[in-house]
């Protein structure tokens, strides 16, 4: 009868923690489009797509064990809001820095250049680091269990890394889709200073949610216009 019981708990506490990483995971792949776009800018500062992929790749990387770090000093980084002041405020630089910035002259990226792999890597895992303060409150409000929210989180990193791969080349393809994802990035920033000034002002989630989905889809509208060289007819020739 004892392992009846027991066989039955282990069952439900199996669907429901299963039922709970389901919605973290969601909740990582929704939160994280505008932070793909964001890294995959970044990550086009390098003039080598090779050198942008592994840029990506050891970044997050880094940003990986940013993430676990502050999940499990959650509790004690929550208590200083001037941590999520300096993260609105790195994040809201970088909008600036976007739109202050002039285009380069071969294509429409813009803000900052790379010379060299290393210094892409830190700017891409601290910019993650800074929308992570904003994720790990709602991660960690849907589950207390802590295994629960690493599972989730190194499923988030992966699912990250995918899509931003996904936006280098889109943003290519999307003449409005970088402006659109900065434009997310403001927001997400905005979000962050509200929470310092008073958590009351903070809007709520769906809100944000539909913003950022309005918002990109106006960066999808249009497609970037290539030229294609013109190729001059043939002369024929003219037979007696």
């Known amino acids: 009868m004892l392992d009846q019981i027991f066989d039955s708990l282990h069952f439900h506490l199996s669907i429901e923690a299963s039922i709970v990483l389901l919605i973290l995971v969601f909740l ?5 489009a505008d932070n793909a ?38 509790t004690e980084v929550q208590k200083f809001w001037q941590f999520e002041l300096l993260g609105a405020a790195y994040l809201l630089w970088l909008v600036f820095q976007h739109f202050t910035s002039a285009e380069s002259e071969n294509d429409h990226h813009h803000g900052p250049r790379f010379t060299s792999l290393w210094q892409a890597i830190p ?21 207390q269990e ?3 929210v690493l599972t989730g989180t190194t499923i ?13 080349r889109w943003l290519d393809e999307f003449e409005n889709l970088e402006d659109a994802g900065y434009i997310t990035v403001s927001l997400v920033g905005l979000r962050l ?17 539909t913003a950022i989905a309005l918002i990109l889809t106006w960066g999808f509208s249009k497609r970037t216009v290539t030229e294609t060289p013109q190729i001059e007819p043939e002369k024929s020739e003219v037979t007696k």
């Open 37 to 74: 776009i964001a890294l995959a800018a970044i990550a086009q500062g390098l003039d080598n797509k090779k050198l942008e992929r592994q840029a990506l790749n050891i970044g997050l990387v880094v940003a990986y064990v940013l993430r676990i770090t502050l999940l499990l000093t959650a």
């Open 193 to 209: 200073l509200l929470k310092v000034i008073n958590d009351n002002l903070v809007p709520p989630e769906w809100l944000m949610i």
């Open 156 to 168: 988030g990193i992966i699912t990250l890394r995918f899509m931003a791969g996904l936006f280098i």
């Open 28 to 32: 990582e792949a929704v939160l994280s």
């Open 146 to 148: 802590k295994w629960l």
């Open 123 to 143: 700017v891409i895992a601290f910019t993650d680091l800074a929308f992570s303060l904003d994720s790990v409150t709602t991660a960690i409000a849907v589950s």
